[in-house]
């Protein structure tokens, strides 16, 4: 079976170097096993995450987000190429596709690739894969998707090497040498990371507090300058922020640099199967918990988010736990083994090409362009490009 994936990146503050993205990477690198494969960017950039990938990209770019030239270009590259699926990334990808299918009549998937539950608009599609518990009971509630087929298929990552060398630069280049322990947290340094990176500097300064040598390593581009000047304003003898794209591209890389890891979603996962202790945000990044057998599966349902919750959380007790774990080997060794054989089972990609494949064979396609559906898809995505665009330019001034 021939499948071309499609993504979008419109003015992305990431720049396409997302966690999406590299689902889809990770995605692609299982399923073109079995099957024929494509990838199509397409929006205002390209991105940053599948470059030096090793996967052949078609880049369908207008940097001022013309819908009309993205539109007739998709449609001629897929019209010669002759897809028998288009499985699409994200609802604005999906808005571009939805359009151009009512020509090209091809069964599409649509992948919905973490995050809450939409507040205000979700594209239907009659084929939906979603990452989180959260997001499934969502959906099967929402009375425009009953008709629909509704999986979840939890996001996985691949079997990746680590790069010794930039990970030897990084040692050389903050003395992490000099601490017994090292704290990382990959992630885009903005609102929507900063109180998370804010309590895993509190936790970090405690432990130095008890004669506990730790250091916190923060990689992530700076997306919100007013976030990167609040953690700088803490003592900065024993943090380090990292934000130079040498670093920040393929980031997962550099993973083994750490002791502890505190991960959200993708990152979460990436690190898992490097083994490391794991750390996951509560209560919208407020809390930090200690991820083991225990509550894996209440953090599960989000997807290991910021919006994770579990029973009978006291932060105080928490960083006993992540203190006992650093300290004592035995303990240390229990919860790395048990969290291997969790993890691995969870996350390992391998575990979800059949999930992939029976969907991709039953799934036809369906005549049904729905007009203000695809008007409110179409409204929702210029206001995007609209607000990357002010946002874009005002971390440019500054």
């Excluded at 024929?36 to 960017?41: L, S």
């Excluded at 690739?113 to 084929?127: D, I, M, Q, S, T």
């Excluded at 004669?211 to 380090?240: M, R």
């Amino acid at each position: 079976m021939k499948i071309t994936y499609i993504i979008s990146n419109i003015n992305s503050q990431s720049k396409g170097n997302g966690g999406h993205y590299y689902s889809l990477l990770s995605t692609v690198s299982a399923i073109g096993k079995i099957h024929e494969i494509r990838i199509v960017n397409i929006g205002s950039n390209e991105s940053m995450a599948f470059k030096n990938s090793g996967i052949e990209i078609v880049n369908i770019i207008d940097k001022e987000l013309n819908n009309f030239k993205l539109l007739k270009q998709l449609f001629v590259f897929l019209k010669t190429d002759k897809p028998d699926l288009l499985h699409v990334f994200d609802e604005f990808a999906f808005f571009y596709v939805r359009v151009i299918n009512v020509l090209l009549k091809k069964p599409i998937v649509l992948t919905k690739c973490g995050g809450g539950n939409p507040k205000y608009f979700y594209p239907l599609c009659k084929n939906l894969i979603v990452y989180s518990k959260e997001n499934l009971i969502f959906f099967k509630t929402v009375k425009k998707y009953r008709n629909s087929n509704i999986l979840h298929i939890p996001n996985r990552v691949s079997e990746f090497e680590s790069d010794g060398k930039r990970i030897l630069e990084l040692r050389e280049k903050f003395h992490l040498v000099n601490y017994k322990f090292v704290f990382l947290r990959i992630a885009r340094i903005g609102k929507a990371y900063r109180k998370s990176i804010i309590e895993l500097i509190k936790i970090v300064n405690q432990l130095n507090d008890k004669n506990i040598s730790t250091c916190l390593l923060l990689i992530g581009t700076i997306e919100d300058i007013s976030v990167f000047e609040e953690i700088k304003s803490y003592p900065l003898n024993n943090i380090f922020v990292e934000n130079d794209k040498y670093y920040t591209q393929n980031s997962k890389e550099l993973i083994e640099i750490a002791d502890v890891v505190l991960g959200t979603g993708r990152s979460f996962m990436e690190a898992s199967l490097k083994n490391r202790i794991m750390l996951a945000p509560i209560n919208y990044g407020a809390n930090i918990v200690l991820v083991d057998g225990n509550n894996f599966e209440e953090l599960f349902e989000t997807n290991f988010s910021e919006r994770g919750q579990v029973n009978s959380f006291d932060q105080i007790s928490e960083n006993v736990k992540i203190i006992d774990v650093l300290i004592n080997s035995e303990i240390k060794e229990k919860i790395l083994n048990d969290n291997k054989i969790i993890f691995n089972t969870n996350f390992n990609i391998e575990y979800a090409i059949n999930e992939y494949s029976n969907l991709y064979n039953i799934v036809m396609y369906k005549p049904s362009f729905q007009i203000f559906d695809t008007f409110f898809n179409y409204f929702f995505l210029n206001l995007m490009f609209r607000r990357n665009k002010v946002a874009e330019n005002k971390n440019y001034n500054s």
